[in-house]
């Protein structure tokens, strides 16, 4: 079970840091990943990392701005998310696949999806 929590409202410029919390099984059997949902668009990939956690992969939108991390000892896996921008605004969902996939960017490799978290950056 995964479990997001951190969204709110942001002015642009502004920073925010998505927490996804773990339960009934370790992050470190897998590799992590956020994706985000707009309304009326699909699904887009922003980042993910390996099981490891020491090889990241982010989409050209948030790069420089957004980084994940993971905390082994609290079972979560973080976003933190800077110099935000109104075209971040969307549902951001972190998601687990198989540790043996390197298919990072696909949601369709990804197994455990947690609930969504609403970001928006507005003035």
């Known amino acids: 079970l995964l479990v997001e929590t951190g969204g709110g409202l942001v002015q642009p410029g502004g920073s925010l840091r998505l927490a996804c919390a773990a339960s009934?099984?370790?992050?470190?059997?897998?590799?992590m990943g956020w994706f985000r949902q707009a309304p009326g668009k699909e699904r887009e990939f922003v980042v993910s990392?390996?099981?490891?956690?020491?090889?990241?992969y982010y989409a050209d939108s948030v790069k420089g701005r957004f980084t994940i991390t993971r905390d082994s000892a609290k079972n979560t896996v973080y976003l933190q998310m800077n110099s935000l921008k109104p075209e971040d605004t969307a549902v951001y969902y972190c998601?687990?696949?198989?540790?043996?996939?390197?298919?990072?960017?696909?949601?369709?490799?990804?197994?455990?999806w947690g609930q969504g978290t609403q970001v928006t950056v507005s003035s």
């Open positions: 990392d390996n099981w490891s956690g020491i090889r990241t």
């Open positions: 009934g099984g370790t992050v470190n059997d897998y590799a």
């Open positions: 998601a687990a696949r198989s540790r043996y996939s390197d298919t990072y960017s696909d949601y369709r490799h990804y197994g455990d």
